[in-house]
């Protein structure tokens, strides 16, 4: 017969059960302590690892290849026309370095030089304008992003337009199309071909309407030199992009680039963003230009002085043989003729639109 425990019989027992236990004199038999256990803290920390950092971007020294890491001093650069003996890469050239390479030694005579740059918007966006004019003009040594200047090129004269890359990103302003402007009339007056080097990234924002109208200014003067006959060689740096491949850069009688150099309006980021499509590697760059019909020929650094040498004495009628100095230049032959039929052709009645005159 199994006699129940009773409610408190139970009581009893769980709570022998669950005080502690503690051994005897001996080490026998643990017996049931009611002892209250010591309280025992216990801290834990966590430490969480750092995010991993990405390695600082070390700035590259400017004689340094982008493309091989070859280094150069300044006079072996200058030396070799700023092109990387190792795997051709093309550095920058400053307006002023462009001119010692493509202009006979001592031929150079510049014009328009003391043109400055206002602020007529009083623009300031992280800073004044007037003190990125400053910082820009500092820097290069230069008034703006261009120098013009009457020179000759293999015996050739010539009137030579170069632009900096270093002022301000080489874009256009109103001085900038003041001088390319100037440049024009003195080629239409002497009867001499118009040589321009272009390295832009378009019209200068800070300038804002002002900087836009000079597209249509130096369009302008393009037309006066079609009118007068003069050939217009327009030879395109990287990079060529913007208002200034929109407007003179792209409109000569001959049109040649640098290789590698980008010509597009805007940059294949951009383009790829606005069209979401993917776009080829070699976008906008001078041999796709070139084989697109957009450009006549792509020379490298150290050929462009002959090949423009070549292209003048063409348009002068003269052989491929360069001039000796002070030897005269021959008179315009069939290729300059040719042009200067081409410009002043009539272009026929004006159009009416269906309508009457």
């Keep these: 017969m199994v006699v129940p425990r009773t409610d408190a019989a139970n009581d009893d027992q769980l709570e022998s059960l669950s005080a502690p236990l503690r051994y005897g004199a001996g080490g026998g038999t643990p017996v049931a302590s009611h002892e209250e256990p010591e309280n025992i803290q216990i801290e834990v920390e966590r430490e969480e690892a750092a995010p991993e950092q990405p390695p600082a971007r070390t700035k590259r020294h400017p004689n340094t290849c982008p493309e091989c890491k070859s280094h150069y001093r300044e006079d072996e650069l200058r030396a070799v026309l700023r092109v990387c003996t190792v795997c051709g890469h ?14 006979d030694p001592g031929s150079f005579r510049q014009f328009a030089d003391d043109l ?4 007529p918007l009083a623009f300031t966006d992280l800073r004044p304008y007037t003190e990125r004019l400053s910082e820009a ?12 200047g009457t020179a000759t090129i293999e015996g050739m004269p010539c009137v030579l337009c170069t632009m900096d890359f270093a002022f301000m990103g080489g874009s256009m302003g109103s001085v ?6 100037r440049a024009g009339d003195v080629a239409a007056e ?12 378009g019209a200068r924002m800070q300038e804002n309407i002002l900087a836009l109208m000079q597209m249509a200014k130096t369009v302008c003067a393009i037309d006066l030199l079609r009118e007068s006959g003069v050939p217009y060689i327009s030879v395109l740096a990287h990079p060529t992009t913007g208002g200034v491949i929109a407007s003179f850069a792209a409109l000569g009688d001959f049109v040649v680039a640098e290789p590698n150099a980008l010509i597009s309006f805007a940059g294949p980021r951009v383009v790829q963003e606005t069209t979401r499509e993917t776009l080829p590697p070699d976008f906008g760059r001078a041999e796709s230009s070139l084989e697109h019909g957009l450009i006549d020929a792509v020379h490298k650094r150290p050929d462009l002085k002959p090949a423009l040498g070549r292209i003048l004495r063409l348009c002068a009628g003269g052989s491929l043989v360069p001039i000796e100095p002070g030897e005269a230049a021959p008179p315009p032959g069939v290729v300059a003729r040719v042009l200067r039929f081409l410009r002043t052709r009539p272009h026929g009645d004006a159009h009416t639109n269906g309508g009457v005159a």
Excluded at 176 to 181: H, I, S
Excluded at 195 to 200: G, I, L, P, T, W
């Design 90 to 103: 093309h550095f920058p050239v400053g307006a002023e370095e462009r001119v010692e390479q493509l202009a």
């Design 116 to 119: 400055r740059s206002a602020d």
């Design 176 to 181: 900038v199309g003041e001088m390319f402007a």
């Design 137 to 148: 003009e500092v820097a290069t040594g230069l008034g703006d992003a261009m120098i013009v």
């Design 190 to 201: 002497r009867g001499i071909p118009l040589v321009s080097v272009a390295a832009s990234g």
